[in-house]
C-alpha cells in the first residue's frame, strides 16, 4: 500500500473486500509506524533537506504559487534561517475564495460587489502562519510520527538548534519509510 500512495503519488487507497468498502490513508500509515518502528530511524534520515522558504513580509500570493509551481503542501516562514512559522495549503483555504473572486451576483441581494481578488497581494504571510511544531533532526522517526498522529498534522521543520531550519519531515516520508 506505501509503495502505490508513493508511486502514483497519492494520498489514499480504497480496500474492498465481499462484505465492506474501506479506505486506507497516508494517516493510517503514519499511526501504524509510530506504533510499531520504535527506534528504527532518526528523522534525518528521512527528512527533506530542500525547503521551500518565505519571509513573514512575502505575500499570500507569493506563497500560494510556490506552493503550487513545487506540489508542496507547506512552506516554512523563516527570518534568515530562524524558523519563525509554518503555512500549510490548509491555512489558505478560506483565502482562496476571495483570490478566484465571487462567481455570483450580490447585487439582486441589495448588497454592494467588491473585487476582492486582490486580497493574497494585500495580506501577508505573517497573517496567516502557524507557530510550528519543531524537532530535532535526531528525534527518533516513530515520535515524529506520533506528533503528526497526536496533533493532526502532516510536517514538521527539522531543526539543529531550536530554531535553526535543517529540513522538513512530512507524512510523505514516513510512509518512504515503511517502504524501506
Do not use: W
Not at 1 to 24: G, K, P, R
Not at 77 to 92: M, P
Not at 158 to 171: P, Q, R, Y
Amino acid at each position: 500500500c506505501a509503495e502505490m500512495m508513493i508511486e502514483n503519488d497519492i494520498s489514499s487507497l480504497v480496500v474492498t473486500n465481499d462484505t465492506s468498502l474501506n479506505i486506507l490513508t497516508k494517516s493510517d500509515l503514519v499511526k501504524f509506524y509510530a506504533e510499531h518502528y520504535i527506534k528504527k530511524y532518526s528523522v534525518d534520515e528521512f527528512m527533506t533537506k530542500d525547503v521551500f522558504t518565505i519571509s513573514p513580509s512575502h505575500s499570500l500570493h507569493t506563497a500560494l504559487l510556490l506552493m503550487i509551481k513545487n506540489r508542496i503542501s507547506r512552506v516554512v516562514v523563516t527570518r534568515g534561517n530562524e524558523i519563525v512559522g509554518i503555512i500549510t495549503s490548509r491555512d489558505l483555504m478560506p483565502i482562496t475564495s476571495f483570490v478566484e473572486g465571487s462567481d455570483h451576483d450580490d447585487d439582486d441581494a441589495g448588497i454592494e460587489s467588491k473585487d476582492l481578488s486582490g486580497i493574497g497581494y494585500i495580506m501577508l504571510a505573517r497573517d496567516v502562519m502557524n507557530r510550528p511544531i519543531i524537532i530535532s533532526k535526531n528525534t527518533d522517526l516513530s515520535e515524529a510520527a506520533q506528533i503528526m498522529h497526536d496533533k493532526r498534522i502532516s510536517g514538521i521543520p527539522v531543526a539543529s538548534s531550536s530554531t535553526d531550519l535543517n529540513g522538513i519531515i512530512s507524512k510523505t516520508d514516513i510512509v518512504r519509510a515503511l517502504i524501506e
